[in-house]
């Protein structure tokens, strides 16, 4: 059975860094993109960036690039996201998809909520 | 940058058709996946690649994609079905559109 598991919920101060993580399990993780999807409060989907763990090639989406990194260990199939210095905006729920062009984000993690206030 | 517009909403009665639209420039040429989010719940592929369900989804849910525009159609609207749905493309990277908010009443 194909699932992502992300780490729990963390509650930070603006400033402060913050790595977040997503394990793959019950397909081959090194063959398929993982998408990281932002989710405001209230708000639509927004995809921060690509990366594909066989090579770690890595594409960023304009408006968080140089905001965030994304890095992938696959030896123990976990892709991260990871913020150098938090601020309240970045408060939202982050979810890792697997994202392939022929077949979409057909598995979502449960989704990371990140709340960042002082 | 690809840019994606759908709706911000969409209502429908109990047992009719519902249909959600996403547009953007020559849209027809690649293929459109369509999510659902129910509140407090990760999304779910409903539709990939333009028309085909993944395993689960049930067949009243349908896709089509053409010039500018692709749909998603939900047939027999039933109470469940109440989520926000949003389109996706692939242009470089993972477009997705604003999100369609989908009350059924």
């Known amino acids: 059975e194909v699932q992502l598991v992300q780490s729990r919920a963390e509650v930070k101060k603006p400033g402060e860094s913050l790595k977040i993580s997503c394990e793959g399990s019950?397909?081959?993780?090194?063959?398929?993109?993982i998408g990281w999807v932002r989710q405001m409060p209230g708000k639509g989907l927004q995809l921060m960036g690509i990366?594909?763990?066989?090579?770690?090639?890595?594409r960023y989406s304009p408006s968080f690039q140089g905001q965030v990194t994304i890095s992938a260990d696959k030896s123990i199939s976990t892709a991260y996201l990871q913020w150098r210095s938090l601020k309240a905006s970045d408060t939202g729920i982050y979810y890792c998809?697997?994202?392939?062009?022929?077949?979409?984000?057909?598995?979502w993690g449960q989704g990371t909520l990140v709340t960042v206030s002082s | 940058s690809y840019d994606l517009s759908q709706p911000s909403s969409v209502s429908v009665s109990p047992g009719q058709t519902a249909s959600i639209t996403c547009s953007g420039d020559?849209?027809?040429?690649?293929?459109a996946f369509w999510y659902q989010q129910k509140s407090g719940q990760s999304p779910v592929l409903v539709i990939y690649?333009?028309?085909k369900r993944p395993s689960g989804i049930p067949e009243r849910f349908s896709g089509s994609n053409s010039g500018n525009t692709a749909t998603l159609t939900i047939s027999g609207t039933q109470a469940m079905d109440e989520a926000d749905y949003y389109c996706?493309?692939?242009?470089?990277?993972?477009?997705f559109g604003g999100g369609t908010k989908l009350t059924v009443l």
């Open positions: 998809a697997r994202l392939t062009p022929p077949t979409g984000g057909d598995y």
């Open positions: 020559k849209l027809g040429d690649k293929y």
């Open positions: 019950g397909y081959n993780f090194t063959s398929y993109w």
């Open positions: 990366i594909y763990p066989g090579d770690s090639d890595t």
């Open positions: 690649k333009d028309t």
């Open positions: 996706q493309v692939w242009d470089s990277s993972v477009v």
